[in-house]
Nanobody, 128 residues
Framework: QLDLVESGGDSVQAGRSLTLSCAAS????????MVWYRQIPGKEREGLAA?????????RDSVSVKGRFTISRDNAKNTLYLQMNSLTPEDTAMYYC????????????????????WGKGTLVFISS
């Protein structure tokens, strides 16, 4: 059974950093694209960053996290990470990891509909 479990969400003050983790099991983690999403209260879920099996990364230009957030993976530990720096209250959201078994998202539809498995999320709250 494939399972994705996020952790690391917390309530912190603006300007601080957090690292989220996503533990994967039940599939050949090292061969698939892994993706981080978030859903800000009252808004649609948005893709943030993707990392392919070879470690190549993609950050969505439409989301203001490039330069502050870093996606990484440890295939030996079956774990995905999201390092988040210089957090602002606008980063308050539920953060999800997802697995894309057919390759990393390229188009808007890929980001919106292309994920095969999802975790249940971890909550990040940033106070001013």
């Amino acid at each position: 059974q494939l399972d994705l479990v996020e952790s690391g969400g917390d309530s912190v003050q603006a300007g601080r950093s957090l690292t989220l983790s996503c533990a994967a099991s039940g599939f050949t983690y090292g061969t698939y694209c892994m993706v981080w999403y978030r859903q800000i209260p009252g808004k649609e879920r948005e893709g943030l960053a993707a990392i392919d099996a070879d470690g190549s990364t993609t950050y969505r230009d439409s989301v203001s996290v490039k330069g502050r957030f870093t996606i990484s993976r440890d295939n030996a530990k079956n774990t995905l990470y999201l390092q988040m720096n210089s957090l602002t209250p606008e980063d308050t959201a539920m953060y999800y990891c997802a697995a894309d078994l057919t390759g990393c998202p390229v188009t808007g539809d890929d980001w919106a509909y292309g994920m095969d498995y999802w975790g249940k999320g971890t909550l990040v709250f940033i106070s001013s």
